[in-house]
């Protein structure tokens, strides 16, 4: 996007959250930039209709000062004022009746992103809800209806992922594998003599690995600043080594940098290079309960991913920002039963639990178990 294409769309997003404040939606500032920080990652370039579903899932709440009717009309309104304004992607020229050489083949190829998943009840989709920016609780309201989450005071502080990355890294014991232990052996041939037995340990490792995936889809977009505390952690070089990779949904073939979205590493390259005994994955996923759809395709893809990650990690931790209320009927409630009810909520007791725990082999369930729900 050119730079008077970029002062053109900021100011569209200028008047379009003033026109909605003057309706009587009670949208803050932080609610602002959080949509200033989604169109500037790529969301909502699609035309009108796909930037206001963005501006739909940022803006729009179950209350009385959130109408989404009153969203509805205003936008509806201002679409057909400023119809013309919204900058459009660049048009294809029409193919010429010479065709131009074919381009060398070992130019990179980006692949393509996936748009959007087949649900069995698409009419019963919901929107998800957006990011409360007034100051209640930090908790999460235990109920199916409504559920907010605070900017200014979200549950995972910094401090709290240290610890758990502390407690990460602690030595602890991997599998079934036996290591000699030669100071213990030494010292029972001292009192035996040469002919004891050896003395054997289990295998405990001091080393970890962290690879990062973050679900980057629309539904997910609220919930970018709470994981903010991870990224940075790992900026910040705080916890090392670590990778940071996004997907949309579920991983099919590709991962993509986090930095980066157009940069893709095929799973082929990123699997061989993680280590069997130190690499811990942590996913932040709603696996759908934001949205409150199920999807047997994103039930497959994901548990068709962590079949092939599980062999290769020492540790997996799933953490979803929607409380276990919301999961029910939903793509979440059965992912969480292919991992064996081993999916957590986004709260730093979860995390310092899980980090503490000696990792359990097996914990993958087999999706044939699944495929009838």
């Not at 957006?130 to 989450?149: C, D, G, Y």
């Not at 889809?217 to 952690?233: H, L, N, Y």
Request: hydrophobic share 40%.
């Amino acid at each position: 996007m050119s730079s008077s294409q970029s002062v053109l769309l900021d100011s569209l997003l200028l008047d379009l959250f003033q026109e909605l404040r003057q309706a009587g939606i009670a949208l803050t500032l932080e609610q602002y930039d959080l949509l200033q920080q989604a169109v500037a990652q790529g969301y909502g370039l699609g035309g009108w209709q796909d930037f206001k579903r963005v501006c739909r899932l940022l803006w729009v709440k179950p209350c009385v000062n959130y109408d989404a009717n009153i969203f509805d009309r205003t936008f509806d309104r201002y679409i057909q004022q400023h119809h013309d304004k919204m900058p459009d992607k660049p048009v294809p020229e029409p193919a010429a009746k010479i065709l131009p050489p074919k381009p060398p083949s070992n130019l990179p190829q980006i692949p393509p992103r996936k748009k959007g998943l087949s649900t069995q009840k698409p009419s019963q989709q919901k929107v998800a809800t957006a990011v409360e920016t007034q100051p209640p609780s930090s908790r999460f309201e235990n109920t199916t209806k409504k559920f907010h989450l605070t900017p200014t005071n979200f549950p995972i502080q910094l401090s709290d992922v240290q610890v758990s990355w502390r407690l990460l890294r602690e030595a602890k014991q991997v599998g079934k594998d036996y290591e000699l232990d030669i100071e213990a052996t030494l010292y029972q041939i001292e009192r035996e003599g040469i002919f004891t037995d050896v003395v054997m340990r289990p295998i405990r490792v001091r080393r970890s690995e962290l690879l990062l995936l973050i679900d980057d889809s629309s539904a997910m977009i609220p919930f970018f600043p709470a994981f903010a505390p991870f990224i940075q952690a790992i900026n910040e070089h705080r916890m090392t080594p670590a990778q940071i990779y996004r997907f949309t949904s579920y991983p099919d073939e590709y991962l993509y940098h986090w930095a980066s979205q157009a940069k893709a590493e095929p799973l082929t390259n990123i699997f061989p290079k993680l280590h069997r005994n130190r690499t811990v994955a942590l996913i932040l996923s709603d696996a759908g309960a934001a949205t409150a759809t199920y999807s047997q395709e994103r039930i497959q893809g994901i548990s068709k991913f962590l079949t092939a990650l599980s062999p290769c990690i020492r540790q997996l931790i799933w953490l979803n920002p929607l409380p276990p209320e919301r999961w029910k009927q939903t793509s979440a409630w059965i992912i969480d039963a292919v991992l064996n009810g081993k999916m957590l909520t986004y709260e730093p007791a979860s995390l310092r639990t899980v980090a503490r725990a000696i990792p359990q082999e097996n914990i993958i369930k087999t999706w044939q178990m699944y495929s009838h729900l």
